[in-house]
Each structure stands twice: as C-alpha cells, then as structure tokens.
C-alpha cells in the first residue's frame, strides 16, 4: 500500500500553461506540505498545511496554490509555468508538527 | 527563523569505513532533529530521529548524536556498504509557529566497494 502518492510521476510542459499535481496519504496524517527539490538537491519547504492553518513560505510566488478537498488531499497548483519552477516536488505528510515525515516519490517537473 | 547548516556537501568513503556528517542549527528551540536519506529517483525517508532531550540515539549501523550547548547535531554511520549510497539531509523543527522543518543542503554519500 502506497502511503503518499503524487500524480503524475512526470510533467512535462510550455512556458506560460497552468498545470497541477496532485498528492493523496493514506495515513491518516493532519499535515501535508509541499517541497521543491532543485537541480543542486536542495530541499525547500513551500507549504505546510493542517486542517486549520495553512503555512505559506514568503518566497513562494503566488503563482503557486494550494489546494485541500478533504484531510488526505493536497494538490499544488502553478499558474503562468515560467522556466524556473522546472524542479522535482515532493508531497509529505506528517502525523503531528514536529514530527516525522513521510514523502511522496515526487514530481518532475520540467518547463520548456 | 532556523538556519541549518551541513556538511561536508560531498563525502567519498570505502566500503567498511565510516562516515560522519555534522549539521549546525541557530535556533535554540529546536527540539526536533530528524535525518533523511534520499536515494536515486526516490523521494527522502527517515532514518533516524532525535529529541532535544537525548543526547545520542543508534540503530545498528547508524547513530546522531546532538550537542544543544553547541547547536550541533551529527550522524554516524559505521561499516558502510555500498547501498549507504544516497544523500542525506538533515533537519531542525522548533515548536511553537509554524513547526515548518529547516533542512540542511544534504550530503552526496558515495560508498565505494
């Protein structure tokens, strides 16, 4: 059983397309966050969200969203793909704050 | 907010020795210290954890040990194998606000048989 799953495993698109990946747990998990992995590995937290809060981290440009249907779902949204979002995005979830985190196997995202 | 520190960025070893990676944290609250390995095309899984109320914590082959004085935290892994091959990241969590994790740049591991 996959215990957080991203689709789709590969995204490629054009400049300027509006495009969303979406991320499923099935842990029962209160938090999810959605991180970008660039070319050099790094990883940047860009969004932490629980049934009451949502986190944004400042650098993240608005372009990017968001979005929680239900506790066990949370797609990211891009509008307006420029060349700089191509990266490798992985969706977590964790039990508590503070706490381990599980990860997705990721999205490549790559922006021509 | 938290700042992480890793290093080194690259580490080379032969299989059998030992590798140490050493992570530096600012915030003192931080209680949390998790670290992660990411092999190829995967996304990061836990490897071992600790709390700011432990100073070292083992799992066979792998250990961390934490200094809060210092605000450093390192990994040790012994015996390495080939499959140790991955990057490693670090982390620090403070309570309170966001509770978002800081991650260090992480560690290419290179384990040469």
């Known amino acids: 059983d996959t215990a957080v799953s991203q689709t789709p495993k590969y995204l490629v698109t054009q400049m300027g397309n509006d495009k969303s990946i979406k991320c499923e747990q099935n842990?029962?998990?209160?938090?999810m966050y959605w991180y970008k992995q660039d070319s050099k590995k790094f990883l940047k937290i860009m969004f932490s969200y629980n049934n009451k809060e949502l986190i944004i981290n400042e650098t993240v440009p608005n372009r990017f969203s968001p979005k929680s249907p239900d506790k066990a779902h949370l797609n990211l949204h891009i509008n307006s793909l420029e060349l700089g979002d191509s990266a490798v995005y992985f969706c977590a979830s964790s039990p508590l704050a503070v706490n381990e985190q599980f990860f997705g196997p990721g999205t490549r995202l790559t922006v021509l | 907010g938290e700042n992480v520190e890793q290093h080194p960025s690259t580490l080379s070893v032969q299989e059998g020795d030992s590798a140490v990676i050493k992570c530096t944290y600012s915030?003192?609250?931080?209680?949390?210290f998790p670290w992660y390995k990411q092999e190829l095309g995967k996304g990061p899984q836990l490897i071992i954890d600790?709390?700011?109320?432990?100073g070292e914590k083992k799992d066979q082959r792998i250990a961390v040990t934490l200094n809060k004085t210092a605000k450093h935290f390192s990994l040790h892994i012994t015996e390495t194998q080939p499959e140790d091959s991955a990057v490693y990241f670090c982390a620090a969590s403070a309570p309170g606000g966001s509770y978002i994790p800081t991650f260090g740049r992480g560690t290419s591991l290179i384990v040469h048989p």
């Open positions: 600790i709390r700011s109320n432990v």
């Open positions: 915030d003192s609250a931080s209680n949390y």
């Open positions: 842990l029962g998990h209160d938090t």
